[in-house]
């Protein structure tokens, strides 16, 4: 069996970035300042964090507008989902493996 922690995800080293996901998984979508709000981050810090799961097609960007004001959506992709339930489950093995 592998080392459980070369099974970790780089990209969810971040508490952010986890917390991004965290919220992704369990929500069909979550819309910008939803996510800034849940957790508590200035516009700039989500927006950086948010263009790296982008960038690692972990997530979809979805621009649309309520009335005049505009409205970024964010989605958990199928690889998304599925990069952070295996990180998730090298996160277990790791803390089964220190008993």
């Not at 927006?47 to 982008?54: C, D, K, R």
Request: net charge positive; hydrophobic share 40%; no cysteine.
């Amino acid at each position: 069996m592998k080392n459980p922690i070369s099974q970790l995800n780089k990209v969810f080293e971040s508490r952010i970035r986890l917390g991004v996901m965290s919220i992704l998984m369990v929500n069909e979508s979550v819309n910008f300042n939803d996510l800034k709000q849940m957790l508590e981050l200035t516009d700039g810090n989500l927006a950086s964090h948010l263009t790296t799961l982008e960038e690692q097609g972990f997530i979809q960007v979805t621009k649309g507008f309520i009335g005049r004001k505009t409205n970024t959506t964010y989605t958990a992709t199928k690889a998304g989902q599925q990069a952070f339930k295996d990180h998730l489950t090298a996160l277990e093995n790791m803390i089964k493996g220190v008993k």
